[in-house]
């Protein structure tokens, strides 16, 4: 059952802590996303990466950090640089060709609570 | 850096009326994709344009690429209650296979 898998689905923080966020495909996509989305808001680009071992910051990168160790899995960790994390965060993985156009698939989502 | 920006950010309908909501990007672009994000969900893929004028339609949704490849439109027809959710476009910009950049959404209501 191929897909894109992100974990867990609700997530609490206490002010000062770090946390990570899973994110797993296993559609042999090379470039994955991490999208902040707040309420009534748009998709807001965190990190990406377009092969194994390399990521760019996206508009709002501060605060957050991630990792491309395997194709499969993009994790991204909310440190407590960032003042105000509470948000749904979204992954989302891609393949990339310069002939095809190709869609974005999109976990099902980590909502993060911080209290 | 490319930009895409989409109108209106919110629209209110009575279920039956029809809704259209814009996408603008500064660059031309290559492709643009549409998405539908039911309230509590995700992002799912509806469709993507890539002909200059192109024009294409689900249904009672209709998907219109712009002459110059810079502007697209969603317009759903007689809406429905199952039609609630926030529609993103997503645009790629020519030249570059590699960024896909999100319009901020409309987030559609209708009412019954």
């Known amino acids: 059952d191929g897909g894109i898998t992100q974990s867990p689905k609700y997530l609490f923080r206490k002010e000062g802590q770090n946390v990570t966020l899973s994110c797993e495909q296993n559609l042999n996509h090379d470039a994955m996303y991490w999208y902040r989305q707040d309420p009534g808001q748009g998709l807001r680009l965190i990190y990406y990466s377009q092969i194994v071992n390399d990521f760019q910051k996206g508009d709002i990168a501060e605060g957050y950090s991630v990792s491309r160790e395997k194709k499969e899995s993009f994790p991204l960790t909310v440190t407590s640089a960032q003042k105000n994390p509470t948000a749904f965060y979204l992954c989302a993985s891609r393949s990339i060709s310069e002939r095809v156009n190709t869609e974005a698939f999109f976990g099902q989502g980590t909502r993060l609570t911080v209290v | 850096g490319q930009q895409v920006m989409q109108i209106p950010q919110y629209q209110h309908v009575q279920e039956g009326e029809d809704f259209t909501t814009y996408c603008n990007s500064s660059?031309?672009?290559?492709?643009i994709q549409w998405y539908k994000q039911r309230p509590g969900g995700h992002p799912v893929f509806l469709i993507q344009?890539?002909?200059?004028?192109e024009v294409k339609k689900q249904k009672r949704l209709t998907f219109q690429f712009g002459e110059a490849k810079k502007n697209s439109s969603l317009h759903i027809t007689a809406t429905q209650t199952t039609d609630v959710g926030t529609y993103f476009c997503a645009g790629r910009s020519s030249g570059s296979a590699r960024q896909l950049t999100f319009g901020s959404g409309t987030q559609l209501t209708v009412l019954p």
């Open positions: 660059t031309t672009l290559s492709n």
């Open positions: 344009l890539v002909k200059s004028g």
